[in-house]
C-alpha cells in the first residue's frame, strides 16, 4: 500500500513563478525523500529531510516537514522550464527496508 | 557510462511468455530493488536484495521471480506473462548506510 500522497495531482504554472507540491503519509518516518522523474525516465533524487529536521535547502528547492501532521511541501522557486516533471515523495520508516512511494504531482511549467 | 543499466529498454511480449529483465550496477552498492510503475499509482515495490544471499519480498512479488548472479547483478522474471503486468520497471540500487537510491533508466514493458 502507498505511504505518501502528494497533492495537487497536476500543477500548470507560468517560468518565472514558485511551484509548491505537498506529501502526506501514514506511519512515523526516519526520513523523507523526494525525487524528480522526467517523462517515461527514471528517477532522480533531489532532497532528504530527516524526522529531526524541519526544513532544508538544496538550491532552489525548499523541503519542510511537519512530523505532527505528517506532510511535507516541496518548494521550487524560480521555475524553469526544464523542472517540467513529475515529483514523488518517498518515506524511509527505518533506513534499512524500503521506500514507500506516492503517486505523484506532475509539474508543467509553461514558457 | 550509467551507475545503473536495464536490458531491454522496451520488450513486447505475449501472454505467457517467459520475459526476462536484467539490472547491472558498476557503484558496487549492496542493495538492489526491483520496482514496478503504473500511471498515477506511483513505484510498488516487487522484490528487493540485500546481499547475494538476501532476497526478499516487496509488496507485489506474485507473478514475479527475482535472482541476484552477482553483487552487481540483479534480474527479474515473469515466468508467464500477463497483460496486466504491462508497465515500466525500475531497477535501483542504494549503498548501505545512506538513503538515497540511485534508478536505472527503466523497461517498458507491453504483454499482449
Known amino acids: 500500500s502507498q505511504q505518501g500522497e502528494e497533492d495537487p495531482q497536476a500543477l500548470s504554472i507560468q517560468e518565472g513563478e514558485n511551484a509548491t507540491m505537498n506529501c502526506s503519509y501514514k506511519?512515523?518516518?526516519?526520513?523523507l525523500q523526494w525525487y524528480r522523474q522526467n517523462s517515461g525516465r527514471g528517477l532522480v533524487h533531489l532532497i532528504l529531510?530527516?524526522?529531526n529536521e524541519r526544513e532544508k535547502h538544496s538550491g532552489r528547492l525548499r523541503v519542510t516537514l511537519d512530523t505532527s501532521k505528517k506532510s511535507s511541501s516541496l518548494l521550487i522557486t524560480a521555475s524553469r522550464a526544464a523542472d517540467t516533471a513529475s515529483y514523488f515523495c518517498?518515506?524511509?520508516?527505518?533506513?534499512?527496508?524500503?521506500?514507500?512511494w506516492g503517486a505523484g504531482t506532475k509539474l508543467i511549467i509553461k514558457p | 557510462d550509467a551507475d545503473v543499466t536495464q536490458t531491454p529498454r522496451n520488450r513486447i511480449t505475449k501472454t505467457g511468455k517467459r520475459i526476462m529483465l536484467e539490472c547491472s550496477q558498476t557503484?558496487?552498492?549492496?542493495?538492489m530493488y526491483w520496482y514496478r510503475q503504473d500511471p498515477g499509482l506511483g513505484l510498488r515495490l516487487i522484490y528487493y536484495?540485500?546481499?547475494?544471499?538476501?532476497?526478499n519480498k516487496g509488496e507485489i512479488s506474485d507473478g514475479y521471480s527475482v535472482s541476484r548472479q552477482a553483487q552487481a547483478k540483479f534480474s527479474l522474471s515473469l515466468e508467464s506473462a500477463i497483460p496486466n503486468q504491462t508497465a515500466l520497471y525500475f531497477c535501483?540500487?542504494?549503498?548501505?548506510?545512506?538513503?538515497?537510491?540511485?534508478f536505472g533508466p527503466g523497461t517498458r514493458l507491453t504483454v499482449l
Open positions: 535501483a540500487i542504494r549503498d548501505r548506510g545512506y538513503n538515497e537510491q540511485f
Open positions: 557503484k558496487g552498492h549492496d542493495r
Open positions: 536484495s540485500f546481499d547475494v544471499k538476501d532476497i
Open positions: 506511519t512515523s518516518i526516519n526520513n
Open positions: 529531510i530527516r524526522s
Open positions: 518517498a518515506t524511509d520508516p527505518d533506513s534499512n527496508y524500503q521506500l514507500i
